[in-house]
Nanobody, 128 residues
Framework: QVQLVESGGGLVQPGGSLRLSCAAS????????IGWFRQAPGKEREGVSC????????YYADSVKGRFTISGDNAKNTVYLQMNSLKPEDTAVYYC?????????????????????WGQGTQVTVSS
């Protein structure tokens, strides 16, 4: 059974950092793409970052480039999202999701419908 579990969210002050984890079970990450998405109240879910474990390619939304870093640890079957210089507008529920490697296209990494399995989400709140 495929399962994704996010952790690491919380309350942080502007300028602070958090590291989110996405632990996978029921499959191995080696050849899959894992995306991080976020959804703020009243807004649509948006792509934040993605890593394609088959070739190591990484993708970022313009709003987080230079601040967020995605990485994977295949030995732990876990993907991380290191978030630095956090801003109030980063406040959202963050989700990780996995895409079928046979269908995944880097040019569509940010498209919600490209992903098959989702975690339950972890809340990130950036506030003073």
């Amino acid at each position: 059974q495929v399962q994704l579990v996010e952790s690491g969210g919380g309350l942080v002050q502007p300028g602070g950092s958090l590291r989110l984890s996405c632990a996978a079970s029921g499959f191995t990450l080696d050849y899959y793409a894992i995306g991080w998405f976020r959804q703020a109240p009243g807004k649509e879910r948006e792509g934040v970052s993605c890593i394609s474990n088959s070739d190591g390619s990484t993708y970022y939304a313009d709003s987080v480039k230079g601040r967020f870093t995605i990485s994977g640890d295949n030995a732990k079957n876990t993907v991380y999202l290191q978030m630095n210089s956090l801003k109030p507008e980063d406040t959202a529920v963050y989700y990780c999701a996995t895409a079928n490697p046979a269908r995944f296209s880097g040019s569509r990494w940010y498209v919600v419908e490209e992903y098959d399995y989702w975690g339950q989400g972890t809340q990130v709140t950036v506030s003073s």
